[in-house]
């Protein structure tokens, strides 16, 4: 077994996005989670709401860690994760509920359009989107912290920064998708909540 990848931020963040899921992933059953990281969101989440099916993905180099954690944790809800690049082939679906947690700033904007873009084609048409994240309002940083972050992504590669929260939500009306929540999360993170329309 591949030794499990850990992130310290995921073990923080957990359960304040976990009540977010609580509330708007009730009726939900086949949740994708684009960009899982390390495993540790899909455990928990898929442990607390066993109701879900929790399908994990992320790139073909992250599986193996994925797959670490969801092998010991022996849940009947989480199927084995799939190889996902935003830019390439989507798995069929169709899933009524899709979550993300730290993507949007690591993708390249293009790709971020392009995230959004496939939404339509993999989603059943009351779907939920979650995202958490750092958000920007209007091109300002929340918060001195974010901007001190959004430094250090840029300095690692210049594809990689905060979103504008607005920039976001027009990709989202464009696939569909309407604003319902946006909640403020622990150090100065948002879990902001779409739903599709029609």
């Known amino acids: 077994m591949a030794e499990k990848p850990y992130?310290?931020?995921c073990e923080r963040n957990r359960d304040p996005i976990l009540g977010v899921l609580r509330e708007h992933f009730a009726g939900?059953?086949?949740v994708l989670e684009i960009g899982s990281g390390t495993g540790?969101?899909?455990v928990h989440f898929a442990a607390a709401l066993p109701r879900l099916s929790w399908?994990?993905?992320d790139r073909a180099e992250n599986l193996p860690g994925i797959r670490a954690w969801?092998?010991?944790a022996t849940l009947p809800n989480t199927p084995p994760p799939l190889a996902l690049d935003v830019g390439s082939a989507w798995p069929p679906g169709p899933f009524d509920a899709v979550f993300s947690a730290n993507t949007l700033h690591i993708m390249a904007w293009p790709e971020v359009q392009q995230l959004f873009a496939h939404l339509p084609a993999v989603t059943t048409g009351d779907a939920v989107l979650?995202?958490?994240g750092p958000f920007n309002r209007q091109g300002h940083y929340s918060s001195d912290s974010n901007a001190a972050f959004d430094a250090s992504l840029k300095a690692r590669g210049a594809h990689m920064g905060?979103?504008?929260a607005e920039a976001v939500d027009t990709l989202a009306a464009a696939a569909g998708f309407a604003l319902v929540d946006d909640v403020a999360m622990p150090a100065n993170n948002r879990c902001r909540v779409w739903r599709r329309h029609g």
């Open 7 to 9: 992130s310290p931020s």
């Open 28 to 30: 939900r059953r086949h």
């Open 40 to 42: 540790q969101h899909a």
């Open 55 to 57: 399908q994990s993905s």
């Open 70 to 72: 969801l092998d010991e």
């Open 130 to 132: 979650a995202i958490y």
């Open 162 to 164: 905060i979103r504008d």
